[in-house]
């Protein structure tokens, strides 16, 4: 059954650093997301990606975040300069536009 | 409240007993999906129902959705301990826009 692949699967950063977590969709997939969820919390829509562009974001979403789609089959986000309260767990998901949202396993974010 | 919350946050049951999850959301939705998360893990879809559907049936489980009092349950039939996990409602306002969660419920099967 096709699944959405996310590595790493676990990433320890210092403050202050940049991180790029990749995310490998399903195929036939045309809408990309991520989202995050902190430790113990609910969880939060940072971003939704559409025809190469970003179709919506939160406010969660600042000038650290960006996404991109350098290839037709990875979707990336990166976070330029991480903060401790950006230490989470970062999925991501993709559908087709008529069906459920498929999420990967996730990569937990620990930034110290 | 926010869009999305389940009820109760906690539910410990024997094991073959049957499961019931709440949610609640506020605005028009497209459709409401349950997740479950096992600890520490990623976000596996159970099902989806859409706004004109009323129930939906898959296996163990039995979603209801309620457009009128906005609120939806589900129901896990006979539940086993690899039952135990939290487990999210999720709402879509439109077919393929964001999903905004729920809290969650963590439930507990004792075995």
């Known amino acids: 059954e096709p699944e959405v692949t996310q590595t790493p699967s676990h990433q320890v950063t210092q403050m202050g650093q940049e991180v790029i977590l990749r995310c490998v969709p399903i195929?036939?997939?045309?809408?990309f997301y991520w989202y995050r969820q902190i430790l113990g919390q609910k969880v939060e829509f940072l971003v939704s990606f559409y025809n190469n562009e970003i179709s919506e974001k939160s406010e969660i979403f600042d000038d650290q975040f960006s996404v991109e789609r350098p290839d037709g089959s990875n979707f990336t986000l990166k976070i330029r300069s991480t903060k401790l309260e950006d230490s989470a767990m970062y999925f991501c998901?993709?559908?087709?536009?008529?069906?459920?949202?498929?999420f990967g396993q996730g990569t937990r974010l620990t930034v110290v | 409240s926010q869009q999305g919350e389940e009820d109760p946050q906690a539910l410990s049951i024997q094991e073959g007993e049957n499961a019931t999850m709440n949610c609640s959301y506020k605005t028009s939705i497209n459709n409401l999906q349950w997740y479950r998360q096992n600890s520490g893990r990623g976000l596996v879809h159970l099902i989806l129902?859409?706004?004109?559907?009323r129930e939906k049936h898959s296996g163990r489980l039995r979603v209801t959705l309620d457009t009128s009092k906005k609120s939806s349950s589900l129901l896990i039939t006979a539940s086993r301990a690899a039952d135990t996990a939290s487990y999210f409602c999720?709402?879509?306002?439109?077919?393929?826009?964001?999903?905004?969660f729920g809290t969650g419920t963590r439930l507990t099967i004792i075995p």
């Open positions: 999720a709402t879509g306002k439109f077919g393929n826009e964001k999903l905004t």
């Open positions: 998901a993709s559908m087709t536009g008529r069906t459920e949202a498929f």
């Open positions: 195929s036939n997939h045309l809408y």
């Open positions: 129902i859409r706004s004109n559907e």
